[in-house]
């Protein structure tokens, strides 16, 4: 923990009711309400202070909610495009940079923006928790608060499917702390879902909740946070790649906050939000005009995840429909969905690293060719301030430059299991 930090000052809000409470702990939901609802951090501190470079992502502190802090965190860095900008013919695009790249002083060895949740989340937590936090991922969020538990001695169950454990690459051994669970060849994230669900429902473990998780929203909005603070005011248009569309929904409110703020400007960013084509729930209910998801066949599902290169947007159950979600933070900002195809793609990750010289992520690429793309189609203004958020990257530089330990699984399960041999292969390890 750094020393002389005070816990954050906060109380949590309905999004549904508007009625305030207090956080007792680990709160997920508003108390005594059934309408499925985010809940939202209403923080004590209206004007955000930023702490220092030397406190990393804990710079933001006055908007995350925090009981500690915990060592090794980087913030996301902002800054002024040339290279892309130029090819594009872009006259203010700013790039919110998350991964591996010394120079631009962006230290996130896990290369991911996972990161930002996993700092802000393993914060939230007492340190006299004596459960076993449980985090479902698709590869990156495993990776990200892997290290982070790691580092810090915090107990940890991941489910990830078998497919995607390839991700979980460190620069260093884990603290046995950590454990793997894995769901069968063929999964996918919402099987792992489905696994951390069921882990969740046995005594000791506990759900880290996805977006419902304060927390974890506000650690992702720290990439706006890093943008309007850099810039000086709010963009006209925020571009990002969503699986969940957590991070955007995360956008949306530090939005919010900075509008509060005063100091930034009062317009709302155009949230332009893309998948990787042909696995689109998101895209294709935006465009039915539909809050709720579309009926999409589980067989049909786990064919498209195999076909996309970004496997880390797959998510079939994304936080859309509920009350706070994805749907009303693109209404509310005006803002759309978008998709492009792994050719895009691999072309704009192709140019990213030509015009400014690093690798980025798939789902980064994603963002960056639909940026591309409306842009060519004529629906963006040349001289408008957007921010593009790069999720992910310099993996391939840090790969090259570290050795690399991966993490083996604990426990192997079928892709449905039931809940007694969850219980029952749990209580064989030991923590």
């Known amino acids: 923990m750094q020393s002389g930090f005070t816990p954050t000052q906060y109380k949590l809000q309905s999004l549904a009711t508007g009625k305030i409470f207090e956080d007792n702990g680990w709160m997920l939901d508003a108390p005594g309400e059934d309408k499925p609802a985010l809940i939202r951090a209403i923080y004590e501190r209206q004007q955000l202070h930023l702490r ?21 965190s980087s913030a996301p860095v902002t800054y002024k495009s040339e290279g892309l900008a130029a090819a ?50 698709a590869g990156n969020t495993a990776r990200a608060f892997a290290k982070v538990c790691s580092e810090n001695n915090i107990p940890l169950l991941l489910c990830v499917p078998h497919d995607y454990i390839n991700a979980l690459w460190f ?48 650690g992702m909005g720290t990439t706006v946070l890093s943008a309007v603070t850099t810039i000086g005011q709010i963009p006209e248009y925020y571009f990002q790649a969503v699986g969940s569309g957590t991070g955007a929904i995360a956008a949306w409110e530090a939005n919010l906050r900075l509008i509060a703020d005063g100091r930034f400007g009062s317009n709302k960013m155009k949230l332009m939000v ?16 539909s809050r709720a998801m579309l009926p999409y066949d589980d067989d049909l599902a786990r064919e498209h995840v195999t076909e996309i290169d970004s496997k880390v947007l797959s998510n ?11 749907y009303d933070a693109l209404k ?3 803002g759309d969905v978008l998709k492009a195809t792994n050719r895009e793609a691999r ?38 301030l957007i921010m593009l958020n790069i999720t992910g990257a310099g993996e391939e530089r840090f790969k090259r430059e570290h050795s690399l330990f991966y993490l083996e699984p604990s426990l192997l399960f079928d892709i449905t299991p039931g809940l007694d041999e969850v219980k029952q292969k749990l209580t064989t390890i030991k923590w």
């Open 52 to 72: 220092g470079d030397d406190t990393g992502l804990y710079t933001f502190s006055d908007w995350l909610p925090l009981k500690r802090t915990l060592e090794g």
């Open 88 to 137: 594009l013919g872009l006259k203010n695009l700013w790039i919110t940079f998350s991964g591996y790249w010394p120079e631009k002083g962006a230290g996130m060895t896990t290369c991911s923006f996972k990161e930002t949740e996993a700092y802000s989340v393993c914060g939230r937590m007492d340190p006299a928790l004596k459960q076993v936090l449980v985090v479902a991922s």
């Open 171 to 218: 620069e260093k051994p884990l603290n046995p702390c950590v454990k793997l669970a894995v769901t069968a060849h063929g999964s996918d994230y919402f099987d792992a879902i489905y696994l951390s669900n069921l882990a969740t429902q046995c005594e000791g473990f506990l759900a880290e909740g996805g977006a419902k998780n304060v927390a974890r929203r506000d």
């Open 274 to 289: 893309s998948q990787n084509a042909p696995f689109q729930p998101i895209y294709d209910a935006w465009k039915a005009g």
């Open 316 to 326: 079939r159950r994304p936080p859309y429909p509920i009350t706070g979600g994805l």
């Open 332 to 334: 509310d900002s005006g």
């Open 347 to 384: 072309s704009a990750k192709e140019l990213f690293l030509e015009t400014e010289g690093i690798d980025i992520y798939s789902a980064a690429a994603i963002a960056t060719a639909s940026l591309v793309n409306e842009l060519n189609a004529g629906r963006l203004n040349p001289e408008a």
